[in-house]
């Protein structure tokens, strides 16, 4: 008898062949067209998450013309910037409720590779407030606006009312001009989908620009229907939210895991990145950027980019895959986008108009992707031009991750902030030579 | 010397209890995997799919034990007798039903549909076919250890 043997060498083959999906070129994936190669379902997919380093004084590196500053570090894995309009600036503080249970054997692996990239690190479930009144870039005043949140993630201000997104409900706060820490309590708005499951948790966050409505992006319970149809009810979708009474209607669907709702300043259009699908290969499926329809349905989970079916999902929706339309701008595959931000006044030139998207980065290609903020340049409301790197470098020199960023907001004064839930870390991003304040108004 | 005595000298011990209650376990699961895929294809209700992934792990963990039993078996017989028969069918066909059942478990562990339609499945009701002729022989090989008729 030779079984033991035989399953090593088995299982020697078997990682063997999981490092076939490096994953090719990205270049041909960013844009409006991208290449879509055939379906590749591996007998082991490829995983290849950067082990966690730190950045011990050093920086992301910037585009020529740009100059980076930490305005914080030693947060709880900060997940989202916003800016209020006296300068003030939150940080939202925050992590998974933990509450997906184990259902396959799967998932004990799965939970292993995560807790070596740091995603196992434990948020502040809270929200902080930096001042910089003196102008230094240096914030003197750091408090805690909110706490004993439920793993928050998105936050907006419409006039004194602050909205903020925990995993299961939108939650209203009554906020003054100044105030450093506030002790009212919440008054729910409304409830949004959160447990039993809740595989994509974080509900990203905007109000329209009339201040009228809330849209809050709902991600979907699986990678792709693996817990059940049933358990995507209300899910991977947008939802409009009415401020006045709490009345929600599904806004947008079929969007797998929506973040970064923003509204573009110029054309009043509502954008957000989703993030596709995994396990189909390296270069499947390209996440993308794309301005959200009333109404329309963006595949997830019967088909990606437009048409193409995903043969794992059964029932199949032949009706729904036709009616699918394709999203706007492919960022490339599993570069894993979740914040976006339109440029404001104050960057160069050559940063005008445009978008910029974080791409907290990939686990499944053998060949990294995303870990970098990108610009998309836009004209006359549309992606015009190639995804250029912006801030780079979140990857150290020996391989390990320094940090990896998630959410993107524009301070008041041209800086872009960079939430950094690696690295803990709140980074500024301004013009060469500009002053490095965030500048309050007071 | 009674002459029953003489004859025990040319018997070979029966295999060890631990042996046959380790080995009804992959019988058990691997066949029950089949059924629960079975179930799936009917229902694609992924309960049924997430049961098939268990019990192939669970065949595999408790079959890893049972060929581990085996071999201890088979040494501890030849130490005693000298000339125990090497059991080829049930062995080559045991490391058949562990090495198709990891394939089969990476298989069952894609997400949805294709864990199971249509290589999943098939690999199901192969590696039942195996188990259940292999643990027809492993008796057999049983049997004529602990009558001496090898």
Same mark, same amino acid.
């Given at each position: ?8 060498? &088995? ?26 190669? %055939? ?8 995983? +290849? ?84 009144? #003196? ?12 706490? +004993? ?49 809740? +595989? ?22 699986? #990678? ?61 499926? =390209? ?18 980019? &437009? ?19 394709? =999203?706007?701008? &492919? ?73 990896? =960023? ?8 041209? &800086?872009?902030?960079? %939430? ?23 | 010397?009674?002459?029953? *005595? ?16 380790? @080995? ?12 629960? *895929? ?13 049961? $098939? ?12 034990? @049972?060929?581990? @039993? ?8 030849? !130490? !005693?007798?000298? !000339? ?26 894609? *997400? ?11 690999? $199901? ?8 002729? $292999? $643990? ?7 049997? !004529? ?6």
């Amino acid at each position: 008898m030779r079984t033991i043997p035989m399953l090593l060498l &088995g299982a020697a083959t078997l990682t063997l062949a999981a490092c076939g999906g490096a994953g090719g070129s990205t270049e041909r994936q960013l844009g409006a067209d991208p290449h879509l190669p %055939a379906i590749n379902q591996y007998l082991v997919p490829p995983m +290849h998450v950067a082990p966690v380093g730190s950045w011990a004084g050093a920086a992301p590196t910037v585009a020529p013309g740009l100059q980076v500053t930490a305005l914080a570090t030693g947060l709880q894995h900060p997940r989202q910037p916003y800016v209020l309009p006296n300068g003030d600036v939150l940080v939202v503080e925050s992590s998974g409720p933990g509450t997906e249970p184990i259902k396959r054997p799967k998932e004990i692996i799965m939970g292993w590779v995560m807790g070596y990239a740091g995603a196992g690190a434990k948020g502040g479930n809270r929200v902080t407030l930096l001042r910089d009144a #003196n102008g230094d870039g240096t914030p003197e005043l750091r408090s805690v606006l909110l706490d +004993h949140l439920h793993s928050p993630f998105g936050i907006t201000l419409v006039g004194g009312d602050l909205y903020v997104a925990n995993t299961d409900a939108i939650v209203r706060y009554p906020y003054v001009t100044g105030q450093t820490r506030i002790t009212a309590p919440g008054v729910k708005l409304t409830d949004l989908p959160g447990g039993p499951i809740d +595989h994509h948790w974080t509900k990203s966050l905007t109000a329209s620009p009339d201040g009228s409505k809330l849209y809050v992006g709902v991600g979907s319970n699986s #990678n792709i229907t693996e817990n059940g149809i049933e358990a995507e009810k209300g899910r991977a979708a947008i939802w409009e939210v009415d401020r006045s009474n709490g009345a929600s209607r599904l806004y947008a669907t079929g969007l797998r895991n929506p973040n970064g709702l923003t509204f573009n300043p110029t054309s009043g259009q509502l954008w957000t990145v989703v993030n596709e699908r995994d396990e189909i290969g390296p270069d499947l499926v =390209p996440d993308y950027m794309t301005s959200v329809k009333d109404g329309a349905f963006y595949g997830w989970p019967y088909s990606y980019w &437009g048409q193409h079916v995903d043969p794992r999902v059964m029932p199949q929706r032949p009706d729904l895959v036709k009616a699918a339309i394709r =999203p706007d701008y &492919g960022l490339s595959s599993h570069v894993a986008p979740l914040g976006m931000v339109f440029a404001g006044a104050g960057l160069p030139a050559a940063y005008q108009g445009g978008a910029f998207v974080a791409e907290h980065g990939s686990w499944d290609r053998g060949n990294l992707n995303g870990y970098k903020v990108v610009y998309i340049p836009f004209a006359g409301g549309k992606p015009d031009g190639k995804a250029q790197d912006v801030v780079t470098g979140f990857i150290g020199p020996n391989g390990k991750a320094r940090g990896r =960023p998630v959410g993107l907001a524009m301070d008041a004064r041209g &800086g872009l902030l960079i %939430a950094d839930d690696l690295g803990n870390t709140v980074w500024r991003v301004s013009a060469k030579g500009a002053p490095v304040a965030t500048a309050s108004l007071r | 010397m009674p002459p029953h *005595d003489l004859h025990a000298t040319q018997t070979v011990p029966p295999p060890h209890p631990i042996h046959t209650l380790l @080995a009804a376990f992959p019988l058990a699961f691997f066949t029950a995997a089949f059924l629960t *895929d079975l179930t799936y294809v009917n229902t694609a209700e992924m309960q049924w799919a997430n049961f $098939s992934v268990w019990l192939i792990t669970g065949g595999l963990i408790m079959g890893g034990f @049972a060929a581990l @039993a085996g071999i201890i078996d088979f040494a501890r017989n030849r !130490r !005693r007798v000298g !000339r125990a028969p090497r059991p080829w069918f049930h062995s080559v066909l045991n490391v058949a039903v562990l090495g198709l059942a990891l394939v089969n478990a990476f298989v069952h562990s894609r *997400d949805a549909w294709t864990s199971v339609m249509p290589t999943g499945i098939i690999l $199901s009701g192969i590696v039942a076919v195996l188990v259940i002729v $292999s $643990s027809w022989t492993g008796t057999t090989v049983a049997h !004529r250890l602990s009558t001496g008729a090898a």
